[in-house]
């Protein structure tokens, strides 16, 4: 295997670009601060009345800059900072369109989108696609390893209860349900929807085991809160399981499509889940799988973040 693949995302130039937009916004911010006329004069606008808002608006700039000199230290790893200022790149030009269709901005003013948005755009999406695609990599690359390495076995994955997951998936038909972060509403919902079948899957012989990625204790307190305090659950921080099972993060359109705003805005807020803090990787895509004897008997695998699975289907065993 080509472990080596995951380091050429990162290309030289990356920690270069951010580099000069650091020191770009610095500049620019420092030019709005000292001198909050002179952008009005060059293009013939009227003198704000506040030029001290103007000058607040070079420090933040500024700020920018600081976080850009600071996220080309590794800017594949610093993405939130690349993404917070990709966004403002975008909504940039838009704001100018808006403003110079209403007659507000005349095209003088145009220089400034161009210097200070445009020109950073596409380098700005490389990087941001460069930390997608390294992330997918990743977890082909430890799907793969867990393929390749037949001696991580079930048996290596213990429950709450203290006996293996292998052992339980041949004393009962299991259901093994992959959670998202606690703080995610559908993984909220989907704790609900397990409190209200539990009783129905169990009282047929079948087991529940959740997997989640934070320690026991943070998740026992979670659990306890939807009245499966007592149901079998597998922490799982490096998401070694998950890969076990193929489960692989989620792509954009996976965690924040069309289909995930419209469930999240019901789920979240019509129907009281709500959203809470990241516990978990916020990126990691769940399922549900139907184990028995150490085989898969029933599969669910959720195509987007906000599908939602019949757990009491699921858990029929005809083994």
């Known amino acids: 295997m080509n472990t080596q693949k995951v380091d050429t995302f990162e290309k030289p130039w990356m920690s270069k670009l951010l580099i000069i937009a650091g020191i770009y916004n610095l500049l620019f911010g420092a030019f709005a601060i000292f001198f909050p006329s002179a952008y009005f004069s060059s293009t013939g606008m009227t003198q704000p009345l506040y030029p001290q ?49 209403s007659g507000i901005f005349p095209i003088e003013a145009f220089w400034i989108i161009i210097l200070n948005d445009l020109i950073w755009l596409i380098p ?40 293996s997951l292998n052992e339980m998936t041949y004393r009962w038909p299991t259901l093994i349900v992959f959670l998202r972060h606690f703080g995610c509403t559908f993984c909220r919902e989907a704790l609900n929807d397990i409190s209200e079948v539990r009783k129905n899957i169990e009282i047929k012989g079948t087991r529940i085991v959740l997997v989640h990625m934070m320690p026991e204790e943070v998740a026992e307190k979670e659990l306890i809160k939807y009245g499966l305090g007592e149901v079998p659950h597998i922490s799982d921080p490096e998401s070694l399981l998950y890969k076990k099972f193929k489960l692989q993060r989620g792509s954009l359109s996976q965690l924040f499509g069309i289909k995930v ?21 916020i990126y990691q895509m769940p399922g549900v799988f139907l184990l028995r004897k150490g085989k898969v008997v029933n599969t669910f695998v959720h195509k987007s973040a906000a599908d939602r699975p019949n757990y009491e289907d699921l858990s029929k065993c005809n083994c």
Request: charge should be negative.
């Open 53 to 101: 808002i103007w000058q607040c608006v070079g420090m933040i700039v500024g700020v920018y800059g600081i976080g850009y000199l600071a996220a080309s230290i590794n800017p594949l790893r610093h993405w939130p900072i690349v993404l917070v200022g990709f966004l403002g790149k975008v909504f940039g030009p838009i704001g100018f369109l808006f403003n110079y269709l």
């Open 124 to 163: 700005f999406f490389l990087i941001l696609k460069a930390t997608y695609q390294r992330t997918t990599y990743q977890d082909d690359l430890m799907i793969e390893l867990m393929d390749y390495d037949a001696s991580i076995t079930l048996e290596h994955f213990d429950t709450s209860e203290g006996i």
């Open 261 to 281: 705003l419209v469930r999240g805005i019901i789920s979240g807020i019509i129907k009281g889940n709500g959203q809470g803090k990241e516990m978990g990787d």
